[in-house]
Each structure stands twice: as structure tokens, then as C-alpha cells.
């Protein structure tokens, strides 16, 4: 089965420490993406990556860092320097630039505690 | 900046109403605009729309684009409890990277 998978599913963390969500497509898509979804809010961009080894900051980067070593995986890392971390995680992907159609994982709620 | 506003944020009918929910938008260098259904995780996609005034159908969902007037609308017809959910709206820019999304319009549809 073809799609992306977000883990964990749900997570969470003391204050002050790092914490690591996975994000996995095997779509073939080149760009991936990471948003921020927010209770009665709309989705923030964090990061998103075009290609392998190379990703842009979005709206809300601060606190948060990427990385993208291949193709198929996206992970993003919440660091203890975002003020505020508690939130719904969102992926997604999309064939770049050919196609305009995003498809999104599951999400990861991150709680801190 | 690139914007785009939802209206209404929240909405509330009766089953077998008809709902027309409303995405505005100000973008640089507008490609596209998607639709997406939000029940309680992963947005899943509904319509995307390129051109002014080519209605996209899908039962009894419907979406159409003005790009002059820079909107779009979504119409939902007799709906059902299961069309309950968070109905975003983004737009593409025309280099194809990025994606901006509205805040969405909340719609509860009651028995």
C-alpha cells in the first residue's frame, strides 16, 4: 500500500527535552512537508524539503529543525527551544513540481507536559 | 504576505440543508486551489481547482474558482452527519513549493 506514515501516533514530553517525529512516505514524491495544526486553527508550514539534502524554513521554523538524508523520510525534530510545542503534527508529500495534490499522514499529537 | 480567509469559521444545519462555504485568498502568483475534508486526523483531498469557472462535481459536493474575484466556493448539497468536519481551503503558488492554508470552516451537521 502506497501513502505516509506519521509515528508516533501520540506523544509526550517533559519540558526541556528534545523529541524526534518520524514521517515516511513510499509515494515516490519528492517534496515533503511538515505543518503545525493548532485546536480551531488552520495548518502552519514548519519545513518543507523540494528534493534529498536540501529543505526551506516555512512561517513557524523557530524551535524546530529537519533534516532530509533520503528521499522517502522527512524527520522533524522539536526542540526545547519551542516555547509552546504542544500541538497536532501533520506531514505530507506531493510529486514536485508536476503535481499540485498534497497527500497527508496520519499526524502525531505531541503533549508536553 | 500570501493570505487566505475562510467564512464562515463555523457552521451549524440540519440534515438535508444545503451549505455553500466560502475561501478568499490574496497570493503573489496563484497555480491552484485545493479543497480538503478534515474529519478528526489527516486532511483528505476534495477538489482542486486551476481555471475560473469550471464547476468541479463529486456527488454532492461541488467547487468552483474565481480568479478574478479571487474566490472559490464549496457547495455541499442535502447533507449528511458524515459531511461533519473542517473544511480547508489552501493555494499554491506558481512555483509549486508552497502551500497556504486557511484557518477552515467548521461544519456540524445534525440529525
Known amino acids: 500500500d502506497g501513502g505516509i506514515t506519521q509515528s508516533p501516533k501520540y506523544l509526550f514530553r517533559k519540558e526541556g527535552q528534545n523529541v524526534t517525529l518520524s514521517c515516511e512516505q513510499n509515494?515516490?514524491?519528492?517534496?515533503m512537508y511538515w505543518y503545525r495544526q493548532d485546536p480551531g486553527q488552520g495548518l502552519r508550514l514548519i519545513y518543507y524539503?523540494?528534493?534529498?539534502?536540501?529543505?526551506q524554513k516555512g512561517d513557524i521554523a523557530e524551535g524546530y529543525s529537519v533534516s532530509r538524508e533520503k528521499k522517502e523520510s522527512f524527520p522533524l525534530t522539536v526542540t526545547s527551544a519551542q516555547k509552546n510545542p504542544t500541538a497536532f503534527y501533520l506531514c505530507?508529500?506531493?510529486?514536485?513540481?508536476?503535481?499540485?495534490?498534497?497527500?497527508f499522514g496520519p499526524g502525531t499529537r505531541l503533549t508536553v507536559l | 504576505e500570501d493570505k487566505v480567509v475562510q467564512s464562515p469559521l463555523s457552521l451549524v444545519v440540519h440534515e438535508g440543508d444545503t451549505v455553500t462555504l466560502n475561501c478568499s485568498y490574496e497570493v503573489t502568483n496563484f497555480r491552484s486551489l485545493l479543497w480538503y475534508k478534515q474529519e478528526k486526523k489527516a486532511p483528505t483531498f476534495l477538489f482542486m481547482l486551476t481555471s475560473s469557472g469550471i464547476e468541479k462535481k463529486s456527488g454532492r459536493l461541488s467547487s468552483i474558482l474565481d480568479k478574478k474575484e479571487l474566490f472559490s466556493i464549496l457547495n455541499i448539497t442535502a447533507t449528511q452527519t458524515g459531511d461533519s468536519a473542517v473544511y480547508l481551503c489552501?493555494?499554491?503558488?506558481?512555483?509549486?513549493?508552497?502551500?497556504?492554508f486557511g484557518p477552515g470552516t467548521r461544519l456540524s451537521v445534525l440529525p
Open positions: 505530507a508529500s506531493k510529486s514536485y513540481p508536476r503535481q499540485d495534490t498534497q497527500y
Open positions: 489552501a493555494v499554491l503558488d506558481n512555483y509549486g513549493q508552497n502551500f497556504v
Open positions: 509515494l515516490n514524491h519528492d517534496a
Open positions: 524539503s523540494q528534493i534529498v539534502n536540501d529543505f
